[in-house]
């Protein structure tokens, strides 16, 4: 398995995802070799290989060499390849592709189609790039506002969707929604090289009892996440909004406290200590004005028998089941984000809806489930490619599955 890790103090559901999945095959039997990176090297790195990180992002030799040496030595059944920017590159494809090893690729957000990697410019979905070359990223500087850091991202999308490297090198892609399959798909990405596998959430602690109290929101205080929307949103006659994260927007949220008593911040906590005030709620809220690609806030609340309120886009459409465990409203609308917490704020919904979410989770989201449908994809994988009609053509014939 490998994973480029994002930095320090960077909130990262791949790097938690990679790590729980790393621990359960292992826990299970699986013999498991994680070769990683963290991009917190960077910083050591000499003044030269700074300035050509922008170009081993396309492509580094060096990775692809480092790669074959190790897979010479270990000869996995499989390879297992999840973020590869910016110290791997897709070098590491071929390097696996080379030595005749199926490789099952995880696709947990839209870098191979969108320069920011989340399809969204201005705090808005934008999907100017998908399907075509990312002229686009570079003219607003869509990577950390920079057309100079943008042009290297850009450059690789361009190639490696024009060389149809991911296709060619990869045996199994692995994307955690519909959502994100469909958008590849819009991209020229073949469908039947997909599956569908979502991720899943640990849970061996208490569930809800009764209806709970106040409606909670548990992430970063920033626009693209809905959280002015909330504010604006939010009435004291739906009693009480808890805000567990931090962010830009955090000052306004304090600001917004110290005026109305109904609102309360209590800003970045430990990842237990947050699905405490979790599992005391009465409704989760996720007001998202950008695309999610799989939203692990909405998994965790279902985990504690918690209904969710979420914007009527991206992946969190699929995930919430509106009238079932929870509400959908349309992102971007702060009246009708109020309509919907209104509706799970009334005791008896709640209480039902968070039932149907609590079952959900129980047959969709645990790390049981999770493992069976991961050795499904890695022996599925490692058939495909055995077998000499299909082993060395990246593609195969099929449908797309959902595991």
Known sequence: ???????????????TVVAQTVDLLRNSGHEIDLYARNSDDIAAMSRK?????????????SAERDLTHLL???RPDVVHIHNTFPLFSASVLRAAYRLDLPVVATLHNFRLLCANAVLQRDGRPCESCVGKLPLAAVR???????????LPLATSIGVHNTLHTWQRYVTTLVVPSEFVRDRYVAAGYDPDQFVVKPHAVPHA????????????????????KGFADLLQAWDSSLGKLVVVGDGPLRAEAEERARRDRSVQVLGQLPWAAGMDVLRSARAAVVPARSYESFGLVVVEAFAHGVPVVASRLGALAELVDDGETGALAEPGDPEGLRKAMGLVADPETSIAFGERARQVYLDRFTPE?????TERIYTDAIARHADSGRTRRGRWAGRARTV
């Open 1 to 15: 398995m490998l994973h480029n890790r994002y930095r320090t103090g960077q909130p990262s559901g791949e790097n």
């Open 49 to 61: 290989d700074r300035a050509l990180l922008p170009f081993h992002s396309v492509w580094s030799f």
């Open 72 to 74: 010479q030595a270990q």
């Open 140 to 150: 607003h500087g869509c990577y950390r506002e920079s057309r100079v850091q943008t």
């Open 205 to 224: 602690g208490a569930v809800r009892s009764g209806p709970g109290e106040g409606v909670v929101f548990l992430g970063r205080l920033v626009e693209d």
């Open 369 to 373: 489930r999770d493992l069976a449908a």
